[in-house]
């Protein structure tokens, strides 16, 4: 079982940045995948990036590719979304999601956070 808590949200104006921390408890953070979701409102929730538990491989959204970078401390059981240049339509609230399978489906992560509100004013 894996709990996760992000945090790191809030306003920002567009073209400025924020970093969102999610951290997970339990002792196998590391073996897990973790990924970054969004949704805004009324919208379907959608991928923006994922790590692999090992060897760093990672993804992204091609609307987030070149802003965002993702990265993880296991030693701290924390992921982070270092989000730059930043976009009104990247308003959402943005969910952190943990899993064994590393990618961009919804599926492949067994856990999620209860989400962090990221707004872009223009």
């Known amino acids: 079982q894996v709990q996760l808590v992000e945090s790191g949200g809030g306003l920002v104006q567009a073209g400025g940045s924020l970093r969102l921390s999610c951290a997970a408890s339990?002792?196998?953070?590391?073996?897990?995948?973790m990924g970054w979701f969004r949704q805004a409102p009324g919208k379907e929730r959608e991928f923006v990036s994922a790590?692999?538990?090992?060897?760093?491989?990672?993804a992204y959204a091609d609307s987030v590719k070149g802003r965002f970078t993702i990265s993880r401390d296991n030693a701290k059981n924390t992921v982070y979304l270092q989000m730059s240049s930043l976009k009104p339509e990247d308003t959402a609230v943005y969910y952190c999601?943990?899993?064994?399978?590393?990618?961009?489906?919804?599926?492949?992560?067994?856990?999620w956070g209860q989400g962090t509100q990221v707004t872009v004013s223009s």
């Open positions: 999601a943990a899993g064994r399978l590393f990618g961009y489906a919804d599926s492949n992560y067994n856990y």
């Open positions: 339990g002792s196998t953070f590391r073996t897990y995948a």
């Open positions: 790590i692999a538990w090992i060897g760093g491989s990672t």
